[in-house]
Nanobody, 128 residues
């Protein structure tokens, strides 16, 4: 699966951004992929901030974004979203979407090495 992320930009603290990640997959197979949003700053490991199961019925949020970010998926549009509200300067990072083929499982995955497909990254900068 190929992923194309978009929606990053510069925003003031307290503002909102919505990231999108469109997938190119054949037929109706998008629904078998678990999806995640990761972020990375220079010198640090890529961290998972949000992830969702194949069905969208289960989600994970890191403590740093819980109650501020919302992950959602539209299987018909083959897109996953990350709604980011009440942004703070510490949210500044390059954000990546990722997909994991979960045809044999239904959980939520949060480690970068569990994902095989990655988008190109989109920069989010939050000014104070």
């Amino acid at each position: 699966v190929q992923l194309q992320a978009s929606g990053g930009g510069l925003v003031q603290a307290g503002g909102s951004l919505r990231l999108s990640c469109a997938a190119s997959v054949s037929g109706g197979t998008f629904s078998r992929y678990g999806l995640g949003w990761f972020r990375q700053v220079p010198g640090k490991e890529r961290e998972c901030v949000a992830a969702t199961s194949r069905s969208g019925g289960s989600q994970y949020y890191s403590d740093s974004v819980k109650n501020r970010f919302t992950i959602s998926r539209d299987n018909a549009e083959k897109t996953v979203y990350l709604q980011m509200d009440r942004l703070i300067p510490e949210d500044t990072a390059v954000y990546y979407c990722a997909a994991k083929d979960q045809i044999l499982s239904s959980g939520v995955f949060t480690r970068a090495d569990q994902y095989a497909s990655w988008g190109q990254g989109t920069q989010v900068t939050v000014s104070s």
